[in-house]
């Protein structure tokens, strides 16, 4: 949902227009508070997915039941309490078996996830799965296309 400002158009539209009138220090704080959490927030999924991955190459076995396990982006909330896990999974002949281990073992996943990032973190967010399909979508696309 956009803010709306008087003239009923939305907040970042209204500042596109009218950033000259605007306080300089109130356009400062506006466009630093904005930018620094995002980049924050990027560099700490990055961190997650980057961790996730070796945590899926290195417990294959154990976790991914022999499949390999990619993960594709990472999600986090805001408040970094909740990140959501967007995974492929290949060379499996069940996936949705190698899903269920993986949604079944998040906590151990967390706790693993925990132990590495323990000293950059002061949080381990709570970690949801999806089975990430973009891969299927696009090959879906180009047989119709083709």
């Given at each position: 949902m956009?803010?709306?400002?008087?003239?009923?158009?939305?907040?970042?539209?209204?500042?596109?227009?009218?950033?000259?009138?605007?306080?300089?220090?109130?356009?400062?704080?506006?466009?630093?508070?904005?930018?620094?959490?995002?980049?924050?927030?990027k560099k700490i999924e990055a961190l997650i997915k980057k961790?996730?991955?070796?945590?899926?190459?290195?417990?294959?076995?154990?976790i991914c039941q022999g499949a390999m396990v990619t993960v594709t982006s990472v999600r986090i909330a805001?408040?970094?309490?909740?990140?959501r896990a967007f995974i492929?999974?290949?060379?499996?002949?069940?996936?949705k078996a190698v899903f269920t281990g993986i949604v079944k073992q998040a906590g151990e996943i967390r706790f693993k996830l925990g132990?590495?990032?323990?000293?950059?973190?002061?949080?381990?967010?709570e970690m949801d799965f999806k089975i990430d399909d973009s891969l299927d979508y696009a090959e879906e696309i180009d047989r119709l296309l083709k």
């Amino acid at each position: 949902m956009a803010i709306m400002n008087k003239s009923s158009q939305p907040l970042s539209l209204w500042l596109k227009d009218n950033w000259l009138r605007l306080p300089l220090k109130a356009l400062f704080l506006h466009l630093t508070s904005e930018c620094m959490s995002n980049i924050r927030q990027k560099k700490i999924e990055a961190l997650i997915k980057k961790e996730l991955g070796q945590i899926f190459q290195l417990e294959a076995r154990s976790i991914c039941q022999g499949a390999m396990v990619t993960v594709t982006s990472v999600r986090i909330a805001p408040d970094l309490s909740f990140g959501r896990a967007f995974i492929s999974i290949f060379g499996h002949p069940d996936a949705k078996a190698v899903f269920t281990g993986i949604v079944k073992q998040a906590g151990e996943i967390r706790f693993k996830l925990g132990k590495q990032l323990g000293k950059s973190l002061r949080r381990i967010p709570e970690m949801d799965f999806k089975i990430d399909d973009s891969l299927d979508y696009a090959e879906e696309i180009d047989r119709l296309l083709k």
